[in-house]
């Protein structure tokens, strides 16, 4: 069975630092692995990372793919209190409908 | 990136009633759409994934005749539950995908139910 874990489960920290969530995954047929930001509605989309050790980089976020060891990291440095949200991790296997096997998430609070 | 819209974004019902959710991608064609399902501190439950115009495919424990998903043309799915129960509150989302040169797919803005 396709799984995705996530941790750690919530992480508070202070506004300036930097933190780093972790993903890994057990997937047959591995697609790609997605990162998803959800505040109060749906997630938002972040990151897609197909190839291991290239790094993607959006301003103050940042996330790698190990394909070797199964997982992912997503950094956010300088961290801000509009970075509080909920992050969530995804595979997507391949074949059909594509659908996305989600972690359970990583809340983040990130305090003034 | 694309955009998919969900309707309503949030819906009281009484107990025994039905009620539908829309999610429509407004600037691309949707081969697949997913639609999920999620409690309060809790992830994305992936409910069913539809393709146009064939039969759903359900995820094994949700009930085909209580969520029934339609999705009849590339740019239209809906789920409705059908006799709703207060245990079916939940916030509902969708999510739609393109053609295979679209490798993400798209979230609505999802729908919160509330069953009274």
């Known amino acids: 069975e396709d799984k995705v874990v996530q941790s750690p489960l919530s992480l508070v920290v202070h506004e300036g630092d930097t933190v780093t969530l972790n993903c890994s995954y057990e997937v047959t047929n591995f697609r790609s692995l997605l990162w998803y930001k959800q505040e109060k509605k749906a997630p938002t989309f972040l990151f897609m990372l197909?190839?291991?050790?290239i790094e993607k980089k959006s301003g103050r976020l940042s996330s790698i793919l190990d394909k070797k060891e199964l997982f992912s990291i997503l950094n956010i440095t300088a961290t801000q209190t509009g970075d509080s949200a909920v992050y969530l991790c995804a595979v997507a296997p391949r074949g059909y409908g594509n659908k996305l096997v989600f972690g359970a998430g990583t809340i983040l609070r990130v305090k003034s | 990136g694309a955009v998919v819209s969900q309707h309503p974004s949030w819906v009281i019902c009484k107990s025994g009633t039905s009620v539908k959710i829309e999610c429509r991608s407004l600037?691309?064609?949707?081969?697949?759409m997913f639609w999920y399902r999620q409690f309060p501190k809790q992830s994305l439950m992936l409910m069913a994934t539809s393709n146009e115009g064939s039969k759903a495919t359900y995820e094994q424990g949700v009930e085909k005749d209580k969520f029934l998903i339609n999705h009849a043309s590339l740019t239209l799915s809906t789920l409705t539950v059908t006799s709703a129960h207060p245990e079916d509150s939940s916030f509902y989302i969708c999510?739609?995908?393109?053609?295979?040169?679209?490798?993400?797919?798209?979230f609505g803005q999802g729908t919160r139910l509330t069953v009274v």
């Open positions: 197909t190839s291991s050790g």
């Open positions: 600037d691309f064609q949707a081969t697949t």
């Open positions: 999510s739609a995908r393109g053609e295979q040169a679209m490798r993400e797919a798209f």
